[in-house]
């Protein structure tokens, strides 16, 4: 089980918690404002976009050249910059915070 906070671009946090599938998915279960995962998680909209705390960014590693490919079509992209379609809930991202970007 992995429990992790999203801080929406209003500064509002939201904790959720799940045990499968992606983080995309897991906050469009939960209402994150701000996620709305439009291609249903196949990395080709930028819909789940993230900024994770650079702390934590080896933790989940760099992303592969489709989604940074992805992530350049995105004005917003950062140094720590994700889609968070393409981070799996695991235990690795449990107690993580995540920035949603749009």
């Known amino acids: 089980m992995a429990k992790v906070i999203f801080v929406t671009q209003n500064n509002g946090s ?5 045990d499968s599938g992606s983080l ?3 906050a469009v279960a939960n209402g994150v404002a701000g996620i709305d995962g439009d291609c249903g998680g196949v990395c080709s909209c930028a819909t789940c976009h993230i900024y994770v ?3 934590d960014f080896e933790k989940i590693g760099q992303p592969e050249e489709i989604e940074s490919d992805m992530l350049q079509l995105d004005d917003n992209v950062r140094e720590f910059s994700r889609l968070c379609c393409q981070i799996e809930v695991s235990e690795v991202i449990d107690g993580m915070t995540f920035v949603v970007a749009n």
Not at 14 to 18: A, I, L, N, R, S
């Open 14 to 18: 939201m904790e959720v918690e799940g």
């Open 24 to 26: 995309m998915e897991l």
């Open 53 to 55: 705390e650079p702390a």
